[in-house]
């Protein structure tokens, strides 16, 4: 029988069958964060549980940590949250699991730090008490998010008791537009199908236009899986991803069964999907959100829609039909598992070199992983940011979502690499417009939503 | 091990609102513990006080209505406890006292973090949400999950029947754990792991 990728990864790791059509799922690796994660090791261990195989479970911090330059060991950026990294670095050192602490050279967000540090590889599963596990997907891993007592169940048992999710196909072709990337598509895609298009599904991404993107661009478009109520996504591993995995899997030598093995991991040619959804990228233009969810957003160039609803509109202190472009802003904020990672930096740093951020605009970058960080500092990518007139922050989630403590102020207008712009997202009244790093840095320096192609020329180019 | 859940019989609040997300359940900022208690003080804290951080509460709230203050059912919406993955929504809710959630349709992991605390989660066609959320307050509901069934004190004749898986239901019935019954299955899970491990070396050396 033909098969997908999904079915595929899915088979390799089941079990045994259990009541109501569920299985019971084999887990790789198991990633917790002090957020949701902590809670769980200790709720095991007051159980009664081990954890069954402490070498398969990585805690990360990463959620709560301070982003300030030169952050103390256990600084949290908000009141009360050092008891989150304090106590998960306690019980993950008492559990026995691999810990990536505050000061590690590797720490940063989860789902950035797993891929860089070969925590995951093609055809693993994986699972994170936390949503956007599914960025991992990109790499050909079936991975998602689940409960911290789901967390606590693969920690002592080393399986998970999952029921096989609907499939669908999002094929997207062609060539895409100047200026566009994977975050364009994905929020092209919500926008046209709904933030509830993906039905809870495993979806695979295919097309011409994934094959070109970059791993990491790759990456972003995952991520944003769950803001499309997908159970996960995954695409199909090819020799990008494979030198990818070569440079960052630990110094292990690949051996030629491995990766023939990972070349299998793909969606035979007559396989059937539950759900199809064709895009083509010629079609995309950048996008911009102007509401409280990922679905409420549009072309740069359009306006508000004629038909948007009352509450998100007041919320974001918008009119129906206004113009997007030329709204002042308060703040800018590059980072998060979406778009944190070395390549978004990069975008985000040619739109930024010889210009500034002017003084009402508070701009905040804060790379995905201590790794990001370096190897952006190394290309001098810090100093482009700083010229600008940004802050360059310690690596963790920083501004992506609010837990109390310093924020952007009520009724800011802020444009971010983010994939979230409910309310209250980023702090209490705080407006949020997600778009892609390139966006939000041509943003801060005009002080106004704008695209990239709208700045005046630079007065002076840097050296 | 978690109360059984046969029968219950309560006051249903009714959040008519769709895409209630856990952060509405329970703000982050709300989150203060490393710790599933602590919580329900912090329950709809962004609807529920008048400011952020504040406990003055909003008259308008639904829980803050006199004729819901013993409430352990609520009623909600389309997509209901969507968003952030974190369990804390549903211990929130436990702790608070509700003991069943009905709406039209439930975000996916909080569905299954509901049964695994002992939270009976009903979805129900959007048509008998809305009568049910129409009815004059206050609103009893008699929920019987043997038999599969919940009938309304507003509307007592019409005995309405819903759907739940049989694992789901008897985890709840029983108040099970779940780990301890995978591990009923111990011998055939550590038999996958070493065909596994000659199958697949790479996943068991890394680390
Ligand atoms: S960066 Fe944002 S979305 Fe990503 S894991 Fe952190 S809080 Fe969640």
Redesign the interface.
């Known amino acids: 029988m033909a098969l997908t990728l999904f079915d595929k990864l899915w088979r390799e790791h089941r079990v045994c069958g259990v009541e109501d059509g569920a299985d019971l799922l084999a887990i790789d690796r198991l990633l917790l964060h002090e957020r949701t994660g902590g809670v769980a090791l200790k709720s095991l261990k007051e159980n009664g549980y081990r954890v069954r195989d402490p070498s398969r479970v990585y805690a990360i911090m990463d959620h709560i940590v301070s982003f300030r330059a030169g952050r103390s060991r256990n600084e949290a950026r908000s009141p009360g949250g050092e008891a989150f990294i304090t106590e998960t670095r306690a019980m993950a050192s008492e559990a026995g699991i691999h810990l990536i602490d505050t000061d590690h050279a590797g720490q940063g967000i989860v789902h950035v730090v797993a891929p860089e540090h070969g925590i995951v590889l093609p055809g693993f599963s994986l699972v994170c008490p936390d949503s956007h596990t599914c960025t991992l997907g990109a790499l050909g891993a079936l991975a998602w998010g689940i409960g911290s007592s789901e967390a606590e169940h693969v920690m002592a048992t080393g399986v998970l008791r999952a029921t096989k999710p609907k499939q669908m196909q999002v094929t997207i072709d062609g060539t895409l537009p100047p200026g566009c990337t994977a975050k364009d598509i994905a929020l092209f895609l919500i926008a046209g199908h709904s933030a509830a298009g993906g039905k809870r599904c495993a979806i695979e991404f295919t097309g011409s236009t994934v094959d070109a993107l970059t791993v990491e661009g790759r990456m972003t478009l995952c991520n944003m899986a769950v803001e499309f109520a997908a159970h996960s996504a995954v695409i199909a591993p090819d020799d990008k991803v494979l030198d990818y995995v070569a440079a960052h899997a630990a110094g292990e030598t690949l051996s030629d069964e491995l990766t023939d093995y990972w070349r299998t991991l793909r969606t035979d040619p007559d396989a059937r999907f539950d759900f199809q959804i064709r895009i083509d990228a010629a079609k995309i233009a950048p996008q911009i959100s102007w509401g409280t969810s990922p679905e409420d957003s549009v072309a740069l160039d359009q306006p508000v829609p004629d038909a948007a609803p009352s509450r998100a509109l007041d919320y974001m202190g918008l009119q129906p039909d206004q113009p997007l472009r030329g709204l002042r802003i308060d703040g800018a904020f590059i980072g998060s598992c979406t778009n944190g990672r070395l390549s978004d930096l990069q975008h985000a740093a040619e739109i930024l070199r010889g210009r500034t951020v002017p003084a009402h605009v508070r701009a905040v970058c804060v790379p995905g992983s201590k790794s990001v960080r370096r190897a952006a500092e190394a290309l001098g990518i810090d100093k482009i940011f700083r010229q600008a007139g940004f802050e360059w922050g310690e690596p963790g989630c920083a501004m992506c979502f609010y837990a109390g403590g310093e924020t952007f102020p009520p009724k800011s207008r802020v444009v971010s690499s983010t994939n979230r712009n409910f309310e209250g997202r980023q702090g209490p009244g705080v407006r949020t417009h997600i778009t892609s790093p390139a966006v939000v840095a041509a943003c801060a320096v005009a002080g106004e939503i704008c695209a990239p192609i709208d700045l005046p020329a630079r007065q002076r180019v840097d050296a | 091990m978690l109360k059984p859940l046969l029968r219950h019989t309560g006051i249903a609040a009714i959040l008519m609102r769709d ?1 209630v ?1 856990t ?2 359940i329970i ?3 709300e ?6 208690d602590g919580l329900a003080d912090g329950l709809f804290a ?1 609807w529920r006080y008048t400011a ?2 504040s406990r003055v509460p909003n008259p308008d709230f639904v829980l803050n209505r006199p004729e819901n203050h013993a409430a352990s059912i609520l009623v909600g919406g389309e ?1 209901f406890g ?7 929504a ?1 211990w929130a809710l436990k702790e608070y006292g509700f003991r069943v959630v009905i709406a039209k349709s439930f975000g ?2 909080f569905h ?2 509901c049964i ?2 002992g939270i009976l989660p009903i979805a129900l066609p959007a048509k008998q949400v809305e009568r049910l959320a129409m009815a004059p307050a206050p609103v009893k509901l008699q929920v019987d999950l043997e038999q599969q069934t919940l009938i309304s004190s507003q509307d007592p004749d019409r005995l309405i029947s819903f759907e739940i ?4 239901k ?1 985890l709840l019935i029983d108040g099970l ?3 301890a019954l ?2 009923t ?2 011998d ?2 550590e038999a ?2 070493s065909d ?1 491990a000659a199958r ?1 070396p ?2 068991y050396s ?2």
């Open positions: 895409n997300d952060d509405q703000p982050s900022r989150m203060k513990r490393v710790s599933r962004g952020p951080g997509n969507c968003g952030s993955s974190r369990e804390h549903v996916e992991i299954g973090n695994r605390n898986g049989a694992f789901a008897r754990d779940p780990i995978t591990m299955q111990q055939q899970i996958f792991f596994d697949r790479w996943v890394a680390g």
